[in-house]
C-alpha cells in the first residue's frame, strides 16, 4: 500500500520535482502540496498524510514554527525538513520542534527517499 506524502516548499520548482521523485516510487503516493507553513497545516488536517517533506525557510510561517504545530496535531506523522539552509537549525532544536529528521537539499535525492521510508517503517513496526 503507499504511503501519502505532503510536499511543503515555497519554490514551486522544487516542490514539482519532489512531487515527480515520490511518483516514481511505487511505495509513496503524494496527496498534496503547499507552498508555505500555514497552507501545510491546513493541508494536513485536510489530507491526513502518512509523510510530511517540508522546506525550512518560506514566507508566512516558515518548517520549524509549522513542524511545531504538526507534532501537536498529528504526533505520529514524520515531518522531514529538506532545506538548502540545514546548517541553520541545530539537530536538537529540530527535534523539539517536531521534525522527524533532516535532510539536505545538497544530497543526493536517494537519501531523502531512503529517510522517508525508513522513517515510515519506524511507524508501521
Avoid: T, W
Avoid at 503516493?29 to 508555505?36: H, I, L, R, S, T
Wanted: charged share 25%; proline share 4%; hydrophobic share 50%.
Amino acid at each position: 500500500m503507499a504511503r501519502s506524502v505532503l510536499i511543503v516548499d515555497d519554490n514551486p520548482l522544487i516542490r514539482e520535482h519532489l512531487c515527480e521523485l515520490f511518483k516514481r516510487e511505487a511505495d509513496f503516493d503524494v496527496c498534496g502540496e503547499a507552498e508555505n507553513g500555514q497552507e501545510a497545516i491546513e493541508k494536513a488536517q485536510q489530507l491526513h498524510p502518512d509523510l510530511i517533506v517540508m522546506d525550512l525557510s518560506m514566507p508566512v510561517m516558515n518548517g520549524l514554527d509549522a513542524a511545531r504545530v504538526l507534532r501537536r496535531m498529528m504526533p505520529k506523522v514524520p515531518v522531514i525538513l529538506f532545506s538548502a539552509y540545514g546548517g541553520q537549525v541545530g539537530s536538537e532544536e529540530a527535534h523539539s520542534a517536531g521534525v522527524s529528521a533532516l535532510v539536505s537539499k545538497s544530497e543526493a535525492v536517494a537519501i531523502l527517499i531512503a529517510k522517508a521510508r525508513s522513517l515510515l517503517n519506524q511507524i508501521a513496526a
